[in-house]
């Protein structure tokens, strides 16, 4: 069964990094591009980052453009691990932070193949 497994979130301050990760787990999301979305409390789920299923390709939302960087293995089929890296994290990157496969033709915006979502995991940067 395919699965979404976010993780590596976590409490930091201003100006301070983290790594998030995500177990795509499943052979079905090798052929995928993936992105990275966030939802803040009372705002709508939105795109972050986005490459494509060779990680050749990648797409940023303007806002984490030169700050984070999104990159992927895809070593095991049945495993296929996304990262994003975020640096000089800002108050305003607090936000549960999901992984979904993304729309060959915009890679804002999710795949509609995939109905589901991971839990999802917490970034909360404190000013």
């Known amino acids: 069964q395919a699965q979404l497994v976010e993780s590596g979130g976590g409490l930091v301050q201003a100006g301070e990094s983290l790594r998030l990760s995500c177990a795509a787990m499943s052979a079905l999301f090798s052929s995928y591009a993936m992105g990275w979305f966030r939802e803040a409390p009372g705002n709508e789920r939105e795109f972050v980052a986005a490459?494509?299923?060779?990680?050749?390709?990648?797409?940023?939302?303007e806002s984490v453009k030169d700050r984070f960087t999104i990159s992927r293995d895809n070593t095991n089929n049945a495993k296929h691990m996304v990262y994003l890296q975020m640096n000089d994290l800002q108050p305003e990157d607090t936000a549960v932070y999901y992984c979904h496969p993304v729309r060959s033709g915009n890679y804002e915006e999710p795949s509609g193949d995939f109905d589901f979502w991971g839990r999802g995991t917490q970034v909360t940067v404190s000013a």
């Open positions: 490459i494509s299923w060779h990680g050749r390709t990648t797409r940023y939302a």
